[in-house]
C-alpha cells in the first residue's frame, strides 16, 4: 500500500466522526479486559510453571520455546504467582535468570510480560526521563492514553520506587504549555462520568473555536483545560460539536493552529477520545514501516493491550492497512522476539 494511501485511509479515519456519541467509549474496556488476546489459564499451577521454566532456563542453552509458551499464555496475575513460585524453588527471581539468559529485545520483552502492569507503566516513564533529553512521544503515549485509575496506580509505583512525586520529577523534565497539559494529564483528574451535557459540549466548542481558529493566536490554556480535563463521553459530544461550528475537525484546528510537543500531545489525547484501538494501531504501524524497527515501542504496546484490547487493535489494524497486524510483525520482526510478538498477537486476521 503506498504511503500517500495509507495517509488518506488515517487522515479520513480521524476525520469521520460519525456515529461518534453513540459509540461506547473504547477506553471503558480498559477495566475489563474482555478484548485482550491473552486470557487466564485454566486449570493454572504456578508451581508447575515455575519448575518447566527453571528446567529451561537451567538446562544446556534456554529453551526459549518452552519460556514464550508460558509466558504468553499465562494472565499478569498469574506470571506474578510463577514469579513467587520460582523464587521459592530456586532462591533466585525470574526477572534476574531472564536477564542472564537472554539478551536484547526478547530480554526486554520477557521482562515486561513478568513485571506488573502499574510497574511497567512507571518504568517505561521512568526510562522516557532518563539520561539527556526527555522521550516526549513515551510520555504522551502513556499519559494520553491511560484511564484514571491506571495513572494513579503508576504513581503510586513511582512514589514507592524512587521516594519522589511523579508530578515533581515530570515539572523539572518538560516545560512550557506541553509541561501545563501533561502534568494536568499526570494528576489524572479527568472527570469519568457517563452523562453527557450537550450545552456544555456546546459551550466548550465555542470556547475553543474562540481560542483558535476565530482569533490571530491562539490560547492553548482553553485547549488544555477542556482536553485533559473532560470525561471522554463529554469530549466525544464537543468533537461534534466543534465541527458543526468550524465546519473542520478539532484535530485539523489543532493541527493548524499549534506545533510541537504540545499539538503531539493534544492530537494524541483527540485520538485516544475517539478511538484507542485506533489510536494503538496507527502507533504499532508507524513502529514497523519504513527503515528499521521501534521495538521498544511495539514491545510496551503490544504488551501493555495483551488483556485489554489487543484483539479490537488488531481488527482496526486491519481495517486501516488492509493487512493484518499478524502479517506485520511476521514480515518486520524474527527470531525468539518476533515469535514471542506472534504469540502475544494471538492470531491472523
Same mark, same amino acid.
Given at each position: 500500500?503506498?504511503?500517500?494511501?495509507?495517509?488518506?485511509?488515517?487522515?479520513?479515519?480521524?476525520?469521520?466522526?460519525? &456515529?461518534?456519541?453513540?459509540?461506547?467509549?473504547?477506553?471503558?474496556?480498559?477495566?475489563?479486559?474482555?478484548?485482550?488476546?491473552?486470557?487466564?489459564?485454566?486449570? @493454572?499451577?504456578?508451581?508447575?510453571?515455575?519448575?518447566?521454566?527453571?528446567?529451561?532456563?537451567?538446562?544446556?542453552?534456554?529453551?526459549?520455546?518452552?519460556?514464550?509458551?508460558?509466558?504468553?499464555?499465562?494472565?499478569?496475575?498469574?506470571?506474578?504467582?510463577?514469579?513467587?513460585?520460582?523464587?521459592?524453588?530456586? &532462591?533466585?527471581?525470574?526477572?534476574?535468570?531472564?536477564?542472564?539468559?537472554?539478551?536484547?529485545? @526478547?530480554?526486554?520483552?520477557?521482562?515486561?510480560?513478568?513485571?506488573?502492569?502499574?510497574?511497567?507503566?512507571?518504568?517505561?516513564?521512568?526510562?522516557?526521563?532518563?539520561?539527556?533529553?526527555?522521550?516526549?512521544?513515551?510520555?504522551?503515549?502513556?499519559?494520553?492514553?491511560?484511564?484514571?485509575?491506571?495513572?494513579?496506580?503508576?504513581?503510586?509505583? @513511582?512514589?514507592?520506587?524512587?521516594?519522589?512525586?511523579?508530578?515533581?520529577?515530570?515539572?523539572?523534565?518538560?516545560?512550557?504549555?506541553?509541561?501545563?497539559?501533561?502534568?494536568?494529564?499526570?494528576?489524572?483528574?479527568?472527570?469519568?462520568?457517563?452523562?453527557?451535557?450537550?450545552?456544555? +459540549?456546546? %459551550?466548550?466548542?465555542?470556547?475553543?473555536?474562540? +481560542?483558535? %481558529?476565530?482569533?490571530?493566536?491562539?490560547?492553548?490554556?482553553?485547549?488544555?483545560?477542556?482536553?485533559?480535563?473532560?470525561?471522554?463521553?463529554?469530549?466525544?459530544?464537543?468533537?461534534? %460539536?466543534?465541527?458543526?461550528?468550524?465546519?473542520?475537525?478539532?484535530?485539523?484546528?489543532?493541527?493548524? %493552529?499549534?506545533?510541537?510537543?504540545?499539538?503531539?500531545?493534544?492530537?494524541?489525547?483527540?485520538?485516544?477520545?475517539?478511538?484507542?484501538? +485506533?489510536?494503538?494501531?496507527?502507533?504499532?504501524?508507524?513502529?514497523?514501516?519504513?527503515? &528499521?524497527?521501534?521495538?521498544?515501542?511495539?514491545?510496551?504496546?503490544?504488551?501493555?493491550?495483551?488483556?485489554?484490547?489487543?484483539?479490537?487493535?488488531?481488527?482496526?489494524?486491519?481495517?486501516?492497512?488492509?493487512?493484518? !497486524?499478524?502479517?506485520?510483525?511476521?514480515?518486520?520482526?524474527?527470531?525468539?522476539?518476533?515469535?514471542? !510478538?506472534?504469540?502475544?498477537?494471538?492470531?491472523?486476521?
Amino acid at each position: 500500500m503506498s504511503y500517500r494511501r495509507i495517509i488518506f485511509i488515517m487522515a479520513s479515519l480521524w476525520d469521520d466522526l460519525e &456515529g461518534l456519541v453513540n459509540t461506547p467509549p473504547s477506553s471503558s474496556s480498559a477495566e475489563n479486559g474482555h478484548r485482550g488476546t491473552i486470557k487466564p489459564k485454566s486449570n @493454572f499451577d504456578a508451581k508447575e510453571d515455575a519448575a518447566a521454566l527453571k528446567e529451561a532456563i537451567e538446562g544446556l542453552g534456554t529453551n526459549e520455546k518452552v519460556v514464550i509458551e508460558i509466558l504468553t499464555q499465562r494472565s499478569n496475575a498469574q506470571r506474578q504467582r510463577i514469579c513467587k513460585a520460582y523464587e521459592e524453588a530456586t &532462591g533466585r527471581t525470574l526477572e534476574k535468570d531472564l536477564k542472564g539468559d537472554t539478551d536484547g529485545d @526478547f530480554k526486554n520483552l520477557l521482562v515486561a510480560l513478568i513485571t506488573p502492569p502499574a510497574a511497567y507503566d512507571c518504568h517505561e516513564v521512568k526510562r522516557a526521563m532518563k539520561g539527556a533529553g526527555t522521550k516526549d512521544s513515551v510520555l504522551i503515549e502513556i499519559f494520553a492514553s491511560r484511564s484514571k485509575q491506571q495513572i494513579k496506580a503508576l504513581k503510586d509505583v @513511582f512514589l514507592a520506587e524512587t521516594k519522589k512525586q511523579l508530578i515533581d520529577e515530570l515539572d523539572s523534565e518538560v516545560s512550557g504549555d506541553f509541561s501545563k497539559a501533561l502534568i494536568l494529564l499526570a494528576k489524572g483528574e479527568r472527570d469519568e462520568s457517563d452523562s453527557v451535557d450537550v450545552g456544555r +459540549a456546546n %459551550e466548550d466548542a465555542k470556547t475553543l473555536y474562540n +481560542a483558535g %481558529e476565530k482569533k490571530w493566536g491562539t490560547d492553548e490554556s482553553k485547549f488544555i483545560e477542556i482536553l485533559c480535563q473532560r470525561s471522554i463521553p463529554q469530549l466525544r459530544q464537543t468533537l461534534v %460539536e466543534y465541527k458543526n461550528i468550524s465546519k473542520k475537525t478539532l484535530q485539523q484546528s489543532i493541527e493548524g %493552529e499549534m506545533s510541537g510537543e504540545l499539538e503531539e500531545l493534544l492530537v494524541a489525547v483527540v485520538k485516544c477520545v475517539k478511538s484507542l484501538p +485506533a489510536y494503538f494501531a496507527e502507533l504499532l504501524h508507524k513502529s514497523m514501516k519504513g527503515g &528499521g524497527t521501534d521495538e521498544s515501542t511495539l514491545t510496551r504496546i503490544m504488551v501493555s493491550r495483551s488483556e485489554i484490547d489487543l484483539l479490537d487493535i488488531r481488527a482496526e489494524f486491519k481495517k486501516l492497512y488492509k493487512h493484518s !497486524l499478524l502479517s506485520d510483525i511476521e514480515s518486520d520482526v524474527s527470531g525468539d522476539f518476533g515469535e514471542c !510478538l506472534k504469540a502475544i498477537c494471538g492470531g491472523d486476521d
